[in-house]
């Protein structure tokens, strides 16, 4: 499994941004399907955001279309979550996950980062 670490998480205002980093390191980074998950307290975790492999295809949630962006470095193994117009809604602990070939499940995760976002 590919090992996952992120970074950037903090504390914001409301209508603030913050842009969240997750670094791979232990397998070749370009053959998973990236993803953001965030998870609030008393809440399921929720896919945020996903990328292809060649950084081509995204996906988002309806909650953070046109105001988050995730993209991908394969040549520096990162990815990245940009947070735009963060609202108190938005507060959660942020994961990054990778999805290996061939497989249904992200089965890799990072450590997470807490997002704060205050009114």
């Known amino acids: 499994q590919v090992q996952l670490v992120e970074t950037g998480g903090g504390l914001v205002q409301a209508g603030g941004s913050l842009r969240l980093s997750c670094a791979g390191s232990g397998r070749t980074f370009s053959n998973y399907v990236m993803g953001w998950f965030r998870q609030a307290p008393g809440k399921e975790r929720e896919l945020v955001a996903s990328i292809s492999r060649s950084g081509i295809n995204t996906y988002y949630a309806n909650s953070v279309k046109g105001r988050f962006a995730i993209s991908r470095d394969n040549a520096k193994n990162t990815a990245h979550l940009q947070m735009n117009s963060l609202k108190p809604d938005d507060t959660a602990v942020y994961y990054c996950?990778?999805?290996?070939?061939?497989?249904?499940?992200?089965?890799?995760w990072g450590q997470g980062t807490q997002v704060t976002v205050s009114s």
């Open positions: 996950a990778a999805r290996g070939p061939m497989k249904p499940d992200f089965l890799s």
